[in-house]
């Protein structure tokens, strides 16, 4: 938020989420980066077939061990990569490891 004077006001920090992307059908699934809005220094790198679904669970303390301490959720998406049906489940997740930020 920028402050009538100029200056950014640091107490206000949008995060992004999901609502403020329109996703379309994705044929094939989703490889994405999410990272902990708590501790952003912390980030995960998957691949599934519902994003939205995903993100829930993963907010909600479910999913893969590094991301479910209780300490790092809440979890944004940052990034994804969509429509991979051309590939198969095993070279998605060799795309995740991959994936450099």
């Known amino acids: 938020m ?27 699934g989703y490889v994405y980066l ?4 708590v501790f952003p220094e ?17 907010n909600n303390g479910h999913g893969a061990q590094s991301v479910t301490c209780s300490d790092c959720i809440l979890w944004c998406v940052i990034s994804f990569i969509r429509n991979l049906g051309h590939l198969t489940k095993r070279e998605r997740e060799l795309l995740t490891s991959q994936w450099e930020f």
């Open 2 to 28: 920028v402050l009538s004077s100029g200056k950014e006001d640091s107490r206000h920090v949008h995060v992004p989420s999901l609502g403020d992307t329109m996703l379309q059908k994705s044929d094939g």
């Open 34 to 37: 999410i990272r902990s809005t």
């Open 42 to 58: 912390k980030v995960y790198i998957g691949c599934t077939e519902n994003i939205l679904f995903l993100v829930h669970e993963h």
